[in-house]
T-cell receptor
Framework: DGGITQSPKYLFRKEGQNVTLSCEQNLNHDAMYWYRQDPGQGLRLIYYSQIVNDFQKGDIAEGYSVSREKKESFPLTVTSAQKNPTAFYLC?????????????FGPGTRLTVL | AQSVTQLGSHVSVSEGALVLLRCNYSSSVPPYLFWYVQYPNQGLQLLLKYTTGATLVKGINGFEAEFKKSETSFHLTKPSAHMSDAAEYFCAVSDQGSRGSTLGRLYFGRGTQLTVWP
């Protein structure tokens, strides 16, 4: 089945640690996105990538980093510089060819800082 | 940048009643509009989208939405609510950026939590 997988589903981090969230897609999509979701805030864009080896900051990139070395993978690192990392993180992908594309979402990773 | 306003963070209806979830957008050019649904601790699933053409768009699970340019609105409706409709609903808008800029970037509203009472 084609889709997007995110791992782990739940992640606990101690303050001062970096953690990496995995996102993999087998939809052959060019574009991939990372969102952060907080209660009552909707989804806010962290980073997005429209092609391999290229990515752009979204609205809340501070304290996060990404890489896009392979078309199917777009890992997100939450660094110790992120002051309030506890949130639900969603990865999405789309073909990236036209603006009417549907974005397909993974099941999410819930990160909790202890 | 685009912005999306969802009026009402919580909506409650009885089973069988009309569902109306409101969405207004601000955009300098005609946008593309989307409604997504999210069940607890899951990702988002597309309900429907408006790109061009007919302004009344039908989606999955009996939902539909009407694009009204004069009102800059894209409200989501369903004639008869079902218990399984209880979820959070997000309205989103995409701009018409070209490849290499903001192509396909979505701007989300804050969401509306729908509760359905038996």
């Amino acid at each position: 089945d084609g889709g997007i997988t995110q791992s782990p589903k739940y992640l606990f981090r101690k303050e001062g640690q970096n953690v990496t969230l995995s996102c993999e897609q087998n939809l052959n999509h060019d574009a991939m996105y990372w969102y952060r979701q907080d209660p009552g805030q909707g989804l806010r864009l962290i980073y997005y990538s429209q092609i391999v080896n290229d990515f752009q900051k979204g609205d809340i990139a501070e304290g996060y980093s990404v890489s896009r070395e392979k078309k199917e993978s777009f890992p997100l690192t939450v660094t110790s510089a992120q002051k309030n990392p506890t949130a639900f993180y969603l990865c999405a992908s789309s073909s990236g060819r036209i603006s009417t594309d549907t974005q397909y979402f993974g099941p999410g990773t819930r990160l909790t800082v202890l | 940048a685009q912005s999306v306003t969802q009026l009402g963070s919580h909506v409650s209806v009885s089973e069988g009643a009309l569902v109306l979830l409101r969405c207004n957008y601000s955009s300098s050019v005609p946008p593309y509009l989307f409604w997504y649904v999210q069940y607890p601790n899951q990702g988002l699933q597309l309900l429907l989208k408006y790109t061009t053409g007919a302004t009344l768009v039908k989606g999955i699970n009996g939902f539909e939405a009407e694009f009204k340019k004069s009102e800059t609105s894209f409200h989501l409706t369903k004639p008869s609510a079902h218990m399984s409709d209880a979820a959070e609903y997000f309205c989103a808008v995409s701009d018409q950026g070209s490849r290499g800029s903001t192509l396909g970037r979505l701007y989300f509203g804050r969401g509306t939590q729908l509760t359905v009472w038996p």
